[in-house]
């Protein structure tokens, strides 16, 4: 998750792509919100690996995703055409996401991040990649508020995803959702 505009230098590009790169070299799926900037960075640099991309889309249609929210059709295998809007599609981004990867990032970001935290998922963040997600820990740690939420920071993108995909190995069911939805006795699958 990351800014899809603004003030994007090449190498917050660059890291994003690597992100995405490491991703799919270690067959996980990138799900991202199907936007320009960084994320469509991550996605490209997932293609460039092989990896399998899904696009969340805040539209109705292919049409509405290209005319209306300016976004690309490339490179997803797969497109989800939620309807829901730039809010809304996030909480699809995030329940359908094992793990969260956050890059820079702007209001669309922090929208995404509180979602994640609430949601007591595993957070991973870039650090220092401009932006807000430079500020998540301490914004997490303002609110006061225990989700079950775990928060990795690497300045490093592969470095970030090995440990962030070691932590989800090792205790799956510690990333259920917030300990108030978790079911321990629940099955989770990786897609």
């Known amino acids: ?26 067959d996980c799926v990138t799900v991202t919100g199907a936007c320009p900037g960084l994320p469509d960075a991550a996605a490209h640099g997932a293609r460039e690996a092989g990896g399998f991309i899904l ?15 300016a976004s690309p059709l490339e490179p997803y295998d797969a497109m989800v055409f939620s309807g829901s809007g730039l809010m809304g599609r996030e909480v699809h981004n995030i329940h359908s996401s094992d793990f969260v990867i956050f890059v820079g990032g702007r209001t669309g970001t922090l929208g995404e991040f509180a979602i994640a935290y609430d949601e007591g998922k595993l957070i991973g963040i870039l650090s220092h990649s401009g932006g807000l997600s430079d500020d998540f820990t301490g ?12 928060i990795v920071e690497d300045d490093d993108p592969e470095r970030l995803v090995d440990r962030c995909l070691e932590l989800y190995v090792k205790a799956p069911q510690a990333f259920l959702g917030s300990p108030a939805l978790a079911q321990p006795d629940t099955p989770t699958s990786r897609a």
């Open 55 to 69: 696009g969340v889309s805040p539209a109705h249609s292919r049409e509405e995703h290209v005319q209306v929210y």
């Open 1 to 26: 998750m990351g800014s899809a505009g603004g003030d994007l230098p090449q190498e917050q590009l660059d890291r994003a792509r690597r992100l995405g790169k490491r991703i799919a070299e270690r």
């Open 139 to 150: 914004i997490a740690r303002m609110a006061g508020k225990e989700t079950g939420a775990h």
